[in-house]
Structures are given as structure tokens and as C-alpha cells.
């Protein structure tokens, strides 16, 4: 079963930053798009930002501007570096691949964002 790792949360002050990395177990998600989620206590998971190629991709409203996000396939990673980062964008940060039909089997644990002075 292939599985995505999510790394790189942590603790940070409003405005500042941090990378997010999610990697696959197998380069079996290198050939199809790929999203970074997020999700708080009793909400419903959403997409944050996707990546459909090198020079496609796509952020909610909320987050343009502020998040990048990218892929290394050479690495099986695929990254989200969050800037200026805000109180609302605490959250438990998810990668996976949007547009799979059977996504549900692939959700990793998440790794958590906290903003907060």
C-alpha cells in the first residue's frame, strides 16, 4: 500500500513561515495532480493549494500569495511553503492526491500548524 508522510509542522509566531513536506512511498503519485489539505476540530477537511503540473497551480482565496507549493518527483516530495503565516491558518496540514478516485485510501496523519504569539 502506498503511503504519504507529512513532515514539517511546528509552532510559529504570526508572519512568520514553514515548509510542509509530504512524501510518498513509491513514485506511484508522481504522475497525477496533487493538493495539500487542511483541517480543524470539527471541520471538514479542504484544499488549500494543488498542483496539476510545473506551471499549474492552484490556491484558495485565503492562501494566495502567502503559500507555494511544488514537487520534487525525483524525491517522490511534494512541498508547501507557508509565508506570512496567520492565527487562522492553524490547522492539521494533509497532502494527497485530489483528483484520485479512491483517494480515502491514502491520507497520512497529517502534521499540525500552529500560529500563535
Known amino acids: 500500500q502506498v503511503q504519504l508522510v507529512e513532515s514539517g509542522g511546528g509552532l510559529v509566531q504570526p508572519g512568520g513561515s514553514l515548509r510542509l513536506s509530504c512524501v510518498a512511498s513509491s513514485n506511484f503519485f508522481n504522475k497525477f495532480a496533487m493538493a495539500w489539505y487542511r483541517q480543524t476540530p470539527g471541520n471538514r477537511r479542504e484544499w488549500v493549494a494543488r498542483?496539476?503540473?510545473?506551471?499549474?497551480?492552484n490556491y484558495v482565496d485565503s492562501v494566495k500569495g502567502r503559500f507555494t507549493i511544488s514537487r520534487d518527483n525525483a524525491k517522490n516530495t511534494v512541498y508547501l511553503q507557508m509565508n506570512r503565516l496567520k492565527p487562522e491558518d492553524t490547522a492539521v496540514y494533509y497532502c494527497?492526491?485530489?483528483?484520485?478516485?479512491?483517494?480515502?485510501?491514502?491520507w497520512g496523519q497529517g502534521t499540525q500548524v500552529t500560529v500563535s504569539s
Open positions: 498542483i496539476l503540473s510545473s506551471c499549474n497551480q
Open positions: 494527497n492526491g485530489p483528483f484520485l478516485p479512491d483517494l480515502d485510501n491514502y
